[in-house]
């Protein structure tokens, strides 16, 4: 089992900044993708960013440019900083590791941009 926990969240002003963190524990694997996904009321749950253990990332459109996606492999921490945030990122902010054909869950940690 793997456990993730996010922090970071909170209410900031549209061109405001935040920076999530998500910490796994348990029995990570070495080799894996971690990543940052969304939820928007009334919307599908979708990927905003994720990182390969080598460093290879991947951002979904809407973000490119202003959100940055990290990791430190030694701590089995991943971060999503996010710059210039508008109201339409708002979302429970969910992190996950993806190590096939383990996926694992965080619980998520709410982002509101206000306008």
């Known amino acids: 089992q793997v456990q993730l926990v996010e922090s970071g969240g909170g209410l900031v002003q549209a061109g405001g900044s935040l920076r999530l963190s998500c910490a796994a524990s348990?029995?990570?694997?070495?080799?894996?993708?971690m990543g940052w996904y969304r939820q928007a009321p009334g919307k599908q749950r979708e990927v905003v960013a994720t990182m390969t253990t080598g460093g290879s990332t991947n951002y979904a459109d809407s973000v490119k440019g202003r959100f940055t996606i990290s990791r430190d492999n030694a701590k089995n921490t991943v971060y999503l900083q996010m710059n210039s945030l508008k109201p339409e990122d708002t979302a429970v902010y969910y992190c996950?590791?993806?190590?096939?054909?383990?996926?694992?869950w965080g619980q998520g940690t709410q982002v509101t941009v206000s306008s």
């Open positions: 996950n590791e993806n190590s096939p054909p383990r996926l694992y």
């Open positions: 348990g029995r990570v694997s070495g080799f894996n993708i």
